[in-house]
């Protein structure tokens, strides 16, 4: 499983280097980070030490649904379904169709990787 890359950018940096892109003045170099985050706040409330034993479990474990990830952690679903979603839209996981109507959690990598600007 490959790594991820993340950055700080503020709203502003990222708006403008949205806007730079789509107008084709700048082009994403491979090794630069696909998720960014507005601040380190907001990072370390995605990614807290909670959050990221998730997603080792999630990754070692590969639960068939989001009720046997809760009984695992021992987790309100209800919460855990809302700090997966957050994780799904960073890009950091990604839902599987389970048996039934059920989702299974997946880590789409093996960790994280940060890079941040002074």
Do not use: C
Not at 84 to 111: C, D, S, V, W
């Amino acid at each position: 499983m490959k790594m991820l890359k993340v950055g700080i950018a503020s709203l502003e940096q990222y708006k403008a280097r949205t806007l730079a892109i789509a107008r084709g003045e700048y082009t994403p170099g491979p090794g630069e980070p696909k998720v960014w985050f507005q601040s380190m706040e907001s990072l370390s409330r995605v990614l807290s030490d909670k959050n990221r034993a998730l997603l080792a479990l999630i990754a070692s474990t590969s639960p068939q649904s989001v009720s046997e990830l809760a009984q695992r952690t021992g987790r309100a679903k209800s919460n855990l379904s809302r700090t997966l979603r957050t994780m799904e839209q960073y890009g950091l996981i990604h839902f599987e169709k389970g048996a039934g109507r059920q989702l299974a959690p997946r880590a789409n990598y093996a960790g994280i990787s940060l890079e941040m600007p002074f």
